[in-house]
T-cell receptor
Framework: RKEVEQDPGPFNVPEGATVAFNCTYS??????FFWYRQDCRKEPKLLMS?????NEDGRFTAQLNRASQYISLLIRDSKLSDSATYLC???????????WGAGTKLIIKP | ETGVTQTPRHLVMGMTNKKSLKCEQH?????MYWYKQSAKKPLELMFV???????ENNSVPSRFSPECPNSSHLFLHLHTLQPEDSALYLC?????????????FGEGSRLTVL
C-alpha cells in the first residue's frame, strides 16, 4: 500500500461547481498535513496546511479525519485558474519526513 | 518571482557526460533540499542540507553528488547518468528543517539523459 494515496484524476469540472478530493495516508503516527498546488510545468507551491479542526481559506476548505486517516480538499465556486495538480503531503515526524502523494489533476472547464 | 532560482532550466546530456545543477535561494533559509519528480510519481526526496550540513541522503545512487558550499547555494553534480534518471529536479528551501514550515521550490531543472 502506498504511504500517501491520491486519485490521479483528471477531475473535469465545470466552472462554478464545487469539487472535492481526498488523500489517504497509511501511517497513523503522521503529525501534520499540507496541500500543495502545482501548475503545469511549474513548481509546487503551498496551498494550505490542514489542521485537526479543519482550515478554510476563501473558497478552499481542508479537513483532517484521523480516525479514517485521510485529508480532504474542497473547492467551492471553482475558477478556470484552479486548474492544476493538487499534491497531498504528510509529515511523519520531527525530522520533517515529508511524504508526498502523486497528485490529483483538476481541470476546470468554461 | 520565486525566491529560489535554478539553473539550467533544461539540460540534455549523454550517459558519459558530467554536468551540474545549481540552486540559489534568496530567502535567508537554513535548510535546502533536492527532490526528483518523475511523471505521475510522487516527489522523491534525494538530499537535505541543514546549515550546510548534509542531514539526509535517501539511498541515492552515487552518480548524483550534492554540494552545499553555503546556506544560499546548493549544487547537484551529475555523472554517468542513466536514461531512467530523466526527470524534473526540484530544489527547495525552508526556514528550518523541522515540523511545520513551508517549502519554497525553484522552477526545476528538466533533465533528459540520452
Amino acid at each position: 500500500r502506498k504511504e500517501v494515496e491520491q486519485d490521479p484524476g483528471p477531475f473535469n469540472v465545470p466552472e462554478g461547481a464545487t469539487v472535492a478530493f481526498n488523500c489517504t495516508y497509511s501511517n497513523s503516527a503522521s503529525q501534520s498535513f499540507f496541500w500543495y498546488r502545482q501548475d503545469c510545468r511549474k513548481e509546487p507551491k503551498l496551498l494550505m496546511s490542514v489542521y485537526s479542526s479543519g482550515n478554510e481559506d476563501g473558497r478552499f476548505t481542508a479537513q483532517l479525519n484521523r480516525a479514517s486517516q485521510y485529508i480532504s480538499l474542497l473547492i467551492r465556486d471553482s475558477k478556470l485558474s484552479d486548474s492544476a495538480t493538487y499534491l497531498c503531503v504528510v509529515n511523519l515526524g520531527s525530522n520533517y519526513q515529508l511524504i508526498w502523494g502523486a497528485g490529483t489533476k483538476l481541470i476546470i472547464k468554461p | 518571482e520565486t525566491g529560489v532560482t535554478q539553473t539550467p532550466r533544461h539540460l540534455v546530456m549523454g550517459m558519459t557526460n558530467k554536468k551540474s545543477l545549481k540552486c540559489e535561494q534568496h530567502l535567508g533559509h537554513n535548510a535546502m533540499y533536492w527532490y526528483k519528480q518523475s511523471a505521475k510519481k510522487p516527489l522523491e526526496l534525494m538530499f537535505v542540507y541543514s546549515l550546510e550540513e548534509r542531514v539526509e541522503n535517501n539511498s541515492v545512487p552515487s552518480r548524483f553528488s550534492p554540494e552545499c558550499p553555503n546556506s544560499s547555494h546548493l549544487f547537484l553534480h551529475l555523472h554517468t547518468l542513466q536514461p531512467e534518471d530523466s526527470a524534473l529536479y526540484l530544489c527547495a528551501s525552508s526556514r528550518y528543517r523541522g515540523v511545520g514550515g513551508e517549502l519554497f521550490f525553484g522552477e526545476g531543472s528538466r533533465l533528459t539523459v540520452l
